[in-house]
């Protein structure tokens, strides 16, 4: 079930307060409260894509929902990359975001798309930028039915697939206690960073481009 609201403070917040099957969803048109990682503001204005969806808890889940929406946009001749876990880049600038919620047994997706909406941070693009338009409930069928089949695969098979898009791997990169280089994705998700003493170090928070 897809619950389209016109205007809410938080697509994540609105689907946890409530006992919803796996795969019910909500769009919103606006967010008066949108949230990305960390607690961050997400600007949430008219003409972007708000959504969030209840999904079974699975491991590598924040990777497998930045492949779907990466595979999504390659259909659209769109080149997208991921930025572990969950950042989708399109010319090294930000088209949009995931952020995922455990609740209960079960995982709150939430999803940002920047699609004709103007968000104001400096290094951020959005579809109409690249000449585009993607119907919104195309793409969330597209969505799910990627989720869908991607929980049949393995964790090995997902980590392949998310090689594809990343854009990390080989890449400096900094993080709040430390520097190094992106060397691979762990079998559990993780980010593989080489740092300044030759030691491995194995990440789960964000980390920044150098």
Not at 101 to 128: D, F, H, R
Request: proline share 2%.
């Amino acid at each position: 079930m897809i619950n389209v609201i016109d205007n809410i403070n938080s697509t994540n917040t609105w689907l946890t307060q409530f006992n919803l099957e796996l795969y019910d969803s909500i769009i919103s048109l606006k967010q008066s409260e949108g949230r990305g990682r960390q607690g961050r503001l997400w600007e949430s204005y008219e003409g972007g894509f708000y959504y969030s969806v209840v999904l079974p808890n699975k491991k590598l889940l924040p990777i497998i929902v930045g492949i779907s929406v990466a595979e999504i946009l390659y259909e659209n001749r769109i080149i997208a990359k991921v930025k572990w876990p969950n950042d989708i880049l399109v010319e090294g600038k930000k088209l949009g975001g995931v952020l995922c919620q455990l609740q209960g047994e079960k995982v709150i997706a939430g999803l940002g798309i920047n699609m004709t909406n103007s968000p104001s941070l400096a290094k951020s693009i959005c579809l109409s930028d690249l000449g585009f338009s993607i119907d919104k409930l195309d793409f969330i069928n597209k969505f799910n039915e990627k989720i869908r089949n991607a929980m049949e695969h393995s964790d090995e098979y997902i980590i392949k697939q998310f090689l594809i898009y990343d854009c990390l791997i080989g890449e400096h990169v900094s993080w709040k206690d430390g520097n190094g280089q992106v060397v691979k994705i762990a079998e559990d998700g993780r980010l593989v960073v080489r740092d300044s003493f030759d030691e491995l170090i194995f990440l789960t928070e964000e980390v920044h481009l150098q």
